[in-house]
């Protein structure tokens, strides 16, 4: 089992920046990759960034690319999600998760995530 716990989020005007982070209760070498997701009032959860952790490899949803940038500190076992450039419909709760195995085509699938925190809230607002 792992743990994973987010902080970071906020309010924050339109335009502002945020970082995330997620820091996980142990180093795990059967996790094979971490992601955020976020979910807004009435809205399906959805994956806005991952990364895998046999090569590094990200993966950015299409609405926060250019905006978003994931990272991973190896040595906290901890991921961060710098947010630049924030929009109203960012506003969600974020949260971590990671997974043990490959299940789902892509690590943006929230579905194929096996372990998740609770989330830390963004909140874009003039």
């Known amino acids: 089992q792992v743990q994973l716990v987010e902080s970071g989020g906020g309010l924050v005007q339109p335009g502002g920046s945020l970082r995330l982070s997620c820091a996980a209760s142990?180093?795990?070498?059967?996790?094979?990759?971490m992601g955020w997701y976020r979910q807004a009032p009435g809205q399906e959860r959805e994956g806005v960034s991952c990364?895998?952790?046999?090569?590094?490899?990200?993966y950015y949803a299409d609405s926060v690319k250019g905006r978003f940038t994931i990272s991973r500190d190896n040595a906290k076992n901890t991921v961060y999600l710098q947010v630049n450039s924030l929009k109203f419909e960012d506003t969600a709760v974020y949260h971590c998760?990671?997974?043990?195995?490959?299940?789902?085509?892509?690590?943006?699938?929230?579905?194929?995530?096996?372990?998740w925190g609770k989330g830390t809230l963004v909140t874009v607002s003039s």
């Open positions: 998760a990671a997974a043990s195995a490959r299940r789902s085509s892509s690590c943006l699938d929230y579905y194929g995530m096996e372990y």
């Open positions: 142990r180093s795990s070498s059967s996790i094979i990759s």
């Open positions: 990364i895998r952790t046999s090569d590094g490899s990200t």
